[in-house]
T-cell receptor, first 113, second 115 residues
């Protein structure tokens, strides 16, 4: 079955540091890939997505590129802020339009001033 | 503004009682909704797919008699945890498919604590 593997946290960074959270997936065909963010006390929010190979999703300074050859969708941000502290989930939905979402285990990011 | 709401946001109940959680789609009519469960420091696990006007589809290992799902209208799905036990304590989240096939909108979640 489909699966998503992401790096374990927590990740602690100083403000303005560079962020990378690794994510790899296993799925048949061409799934759509997502990063969701969960701020403390809030529900999941879609951060960015990519629906086909080599697509780059971006939002709020975060980026991730759909790499079919390495089955990866790593999340990056050039300069993190304290307000980016949250849990980040990598996820996929299978190709074919069925909307069942498979999530990674989540990576907690803490940004310190 | 919020696209999906859940009620209650948190609930504490005694062991053996039943708890009903509502999920409302505020902007979309949804023939399908999804229910997830999130354990502490773990990912979301899909429990079941709620289908308007028909029976829910449960994932393997999820007890359908334990977690009753009713999709009464195009904007409301309910999850009832029957005869709750402490091991049912968790964070329950619903989602609604959005305008495109890849988009999901998640509710804010309901935290259940069974004493």
């Amino acid at each position: 079955g489909d699966s998503v593997t992401q790096m374990e946290g927590p990740v602690t960074l100083s403000e303005e540091a560079f962020l990378t959270i690794n994510c790899t997936y296993t799925a048949t065909g061409y799934p759509s890939l997502f990063w969701y963010v969960q701020y403390p006390g809030e529900g999941l929010q879609l951060l960015l997505k990519a629906t086909k190979a080599d697509d780059k999703g971006s939002n709020k300074g975060f980026e991730a590129t759909y790499r079919k050859e390495t089955t990866s969708f790593h999340l990056e941000k050039g300069s993190v802020q304290v307000s980016d502290s949250a849990v980040y989930f990598c996820a996929l939905t299978p190709s074919g339009g069925y909307q069942k979402v498979t999530f990674g285990t989540g990576t907690k990011l803490q940004v310190i001033p | 503004g919020a696209v999906v709401s859940q009620h209650p946001s948190w609930v504490i109940c005694k062991s053996g009682t039943s708890v009903k959680i509502e999920c409302r789609s505020l902007d979309f009519q949804a023939t399908t909704m999804f229910w997830y469960r999130q354990f502490p420091k773990q990912s979301l696990m899909l429990m079941a797919t709620s289908n308007e006007g028909s029976k829910a589809t449960y994932e393997q290992g999820v007890e359908k008699d334990k977690f009753l799902i009713n999709h009464a209208s195009l904007t409301l799905s309910t999850l009832t945890v029957t005869s709750a036990h402490p091991e049912d304590s968790s964070f329950y989240i619903c989602s609604v498919p959005g305008g495109s096939e890849e988009t999901q909108y998640f509710g804010p979640g309901t935290r259940l604590l069974v004493l």
